[in-house]
């Protein structure tokens, strides 16, 4: 049997909140796909005398990053030709943009994942029509499993309140008669039966039983405005008979908070709560807007929380009260949204961000440590994406999902003498310091370069395809959508214009 | 007569917050160290047929980036094993860790600005010991010197409430008698009379004349609650009898607003305007805890501020109100504090956390735009340092301070375009993309290296430098500060205790 033998000046080999375990020279080995001893080096490599080696002492070795909120798309909207701003005009702005062909953007998102240090990925695709299901996930699935990721594939489904958070067809009388039209064919078009995403689901999980080993499969409704109450409970339902998670997007910004209570009385999380949707099985990304009560809740339900700091940020949502949630113990996990900081999917990046943007102020605040912020990236979002107690940690019996990144850069300082590698690799490093990633034991990045899919191929052809002249019909659709955006703008003229008590404080008006 | 001619497949001519002016397929001629020309690279070709050819069809050409603040600091605190944390204890904190080899410290420093981009600094440094003034302000803009980069010098001055804010001899009382007396001797060492400052200035004033080209000067008073009434006053009068800028701290922390309150019973903007110390040729970092009385103030008067982002994140202080002040149309420039998002000063990396922290949640919010974060860190810089009308700009007549940066990620997607290369290089590059740099017409980078200063040696040095076994002195002196950390969190307990309504809404804890 191949085994290989990693080797670091640092093994990261278990992130915790309260401080990373961790080798100085150390490694691990990989066989047959799985971690099978890990420990100092010179222990190793006499255990194992047949093992190839890989690696080195300018090498930090850390488990792959877990991405826990991902939309597969490769092109950021802002590529695209919509710039970031808020979001409930944003969404519908994004309706209106040039399709994508699915298959090339979600390879060139896996790539620009893996080549970053990324190697799960919550997968959460945005369903299309009704007709295209299974060719759409197919394509998505398809780019990320030619690339070798390990995703959680969930297909997020919504069947109201698309354009504003009322009913549909109330909202478009607000519309003058042809833009209305226009709008119920786009509505139409996209109009998905509920028992057609439940079949969807029916013929998804034994699809992907055979490819279990890398993708697992959770259930998503959209978001609490976007879903019936029948819809929910009847996906709570599915989801507990088939032993699925549930990921959802959850009061992402302050008129999603605004919707719960001028429509149960209650606050979103409070409403769920009644519904008897929480639980350890369900994982909410964004929760800007939990109130403390709220953060209670989930904590007493043990939902996780999915972060999403760089695309809160871009979409003028807000900045999520992380620090609240860890202090109650709430497993919190990262993700970017497909809006990274730098709009290249780099989660180490953005886990920077997230150690610098909840130092709230003043003397008495906490702040996230390097230690925190990893342990979200790695242990936390292998909960959330299924695959908890397989990958995160390299331990014995976990997947050999691993990470080696280069020293050179972070080196010239002489940091390791004076902090950790755990500090080092949070506050200093980028995703152009990964030198190689392995996924289950096969390396799919060497020398800082996808093996697996050529980028260079799949960008151009991704740049070609989005280059191409926009059909009459793709231009008549831009041009409804933006003629409704000033009545969207206007109707939440009136929403959330109350004063606000601020979980952090960073700035003050008197 | 020598001269450049500078191509690229983008020419950012003039930043401007309204919408920049840039040419497409344009070029400068650059000729003894100054912009002759600008416009279309063909019309220029025919017009300068001898001057030699730099850049192409891959490059954004753009002004050089000015960092509005900066310590001169080659490596963080964070490299020296003080890791981030609220400034008024860390402040303390950093007076006990190891001294640093100020010129290697600089060079260092000023190579990372000048990989990344950056060609003007204001480089304020810290007044150490009063028989040192000479020394190491020398040290310091030897480092600068040599790596060709263009600096506003500006020594900060402070001579009272030093440990906490009040004054030193009440604060010792506070503290066992035998640490009182080791704080009182680390003072003693650090105290400058303040006609000492003057001299000082009296010396550098005619010395740094005939670097006039590539060095101003300004006066530094380091913040209110370090500066008597008296010295304000003095530093005024001087300033203004030798035409000097001034760059001082202000409002960095909540903290110094409490200050002022307690013992004023204004505001610390208030304060200034009643001194007449506020005005066009003063500067304030930070200003985090602006009312929106005092943006009033600041507009009014003149007064430039320097917002920085990352180092206001990274020690608890908060986010200042930039969005209010561009409102009020304060000249806003942009700074690392040496403790950029990264540790490794690339402004283009804070440009970008600039652009997203300020999108203030809801529909009626502004973000800042790709142009007005470029002014910032351009024509705003350029007028902080004292170079308005010199740098920042790339027309006839403009020193020749340009960057050239590869297109080659930016390209990868095809957002120059559906956006503009201004976009493009606000949201999307970073100082590794930096491909050749030129300061009054000099290369000082080339294919991404620094060419007037070998990084790795300065690098080795500065490691060999900081690695060196702390002398019994200096471990007396980090116990001593040690044990002084839990007086000062003691001091501020009842500080600031107060609600605070924000400028800006992120989150809500009802």
């Known amino acids: 049997m191949a085994s290989t033998l990693i080797r670091g000046k640092y093994v990261i080999t278990s992130p915790k909140a309260d401080g990373s375990d961790l080798l100085t020279d150390g490694a691990v080995l990989e066989e047959n796909g799985f971690i099978q001893d890990v420990g100092a080096f010179e222990q190793l490599r006499q255990r194992h005398p047949d093992a190839k080696e890989m690696g080195g002492n300018q090498y930090i070795v850390l488990p792959g990053l877990v991405n826990a909120h991902h939309h597969g798309n490769g092109l950021s909207p802002l590529h695209l ?3 970031d701003g808020p979001l409930e005009p944003w969404i519908v702005q994004r309706m209106g943009s040039k399709p994508v062909d699915i298959y090339l953007s979600a390879a060139y998102a896996a790539i620009k994942l893996l080549q970053s240090g990324t190697t799960t990925v919550m997968l959460n695709q945005s369903a299309g029509a009704a007709a295209r299901l299974d060719e759409d996930s197919q394509a998505m699935l398809g780019g990320f499993r030619d690339a070798g990721l390990r995703v959680c594939y969930s297909l997020g489904y919504r069947h109201q309140n698309r354009i504003v958070y009322e009913d549909d067809a109330t909202f478009l009388k607000r519309l003058p008669a042809e833009v209305s039209r226009a709008v119920q064919v786009i509505l139409d078009a996209g109009h998905i039966p509920a028992d057609e995403y439940f079949r969807f689901y029916d013929r998804i999980i034994p699809a992907l039983t055979e490819e279990r080993d890398r993708v697992r499969v959770a259930m998503s409704p959209s978001n609490l405005q976007w879903c019936s ?10 989801a507990t008979s088939n032993k699925l998670p549930i990921h959802m997007h959850l ?4 008129y999603q908070k605004e919707y719960a209570l001028r429509t149960f009385g209650k606050s979103a999380v409070a409403h769920l709560a009644d519904l008897q949707f929480l639980g350890t099985d369900v994982s909410i990304a964004h929760a800007v807007w939990l109130t403390e009560a709220d953060i209670r809740m989930v904590a007493d339900s043990g939902t996780q929380v999915c972060h999403n700091a760089s695309s809160n940020l871009k979409l003028q949502s807000g900045i999520a ?3 609240p949630l860890l202090s109650r113990g709430v497993t919190v996990a990262l993700g970017t949204d497909s809006m990274s900081l730098n709009d290249d999917d780099d989660l180490f990046q953005d886990m920077r961000l997230v150690a610098q943007l909840h130092r709230n102020s003043g003397l008495d605040s906490t702040a996230p440590t390097a230690d925190q912020v990893l342990t979200m990236a790695t242990v936390n979002g292998a909960k959330a994406t299924g695959f908890e107690h397989e990958v995160g940690r390299l ?4 997947r050999a999902d691993i990470v080696l990144l280069r020293l050179d850069r972070i080196a010239q300082s002489p940091i390791d003498e004076v902090a950790g590698p755990v500090e080092a690799l949070v506050y200093l490093a980028d995703g152009r310091d990964v030198d190689t990633v392995m996924i289950g034991g096969q390396v799919v990045v060497q020398d800082g370069r996808v093996t697996s899919l050529n980028r260079e191929e799949i960008a151009a052809r991704l740049k070609e395809n989005v280059s191409q002249k926009p059909t009459a019909e793709e231009v008549r659709k831009a041009d409804v959508i933006a003629e409704v955006i000033p009545y969207i703008k206007e109707f939440y003229r009136e929403w959330a214009t109350y004063d606000l008590q601020p979980h952090y404080r960073y700035n003050s008006r008197a």
């Open 321 to 323: 009260p992380v620090q």
């Open 251 to 254: 009061l992402e910004t302050v």
């Open 81 to 83: 030709g919509v710039p």
């Open 395 to 398: 331990l014995p019996g976990y």
């Open 229 to 238: 109450d029948g819809l929910l409970r009847d996906i709570k339902a599915y």
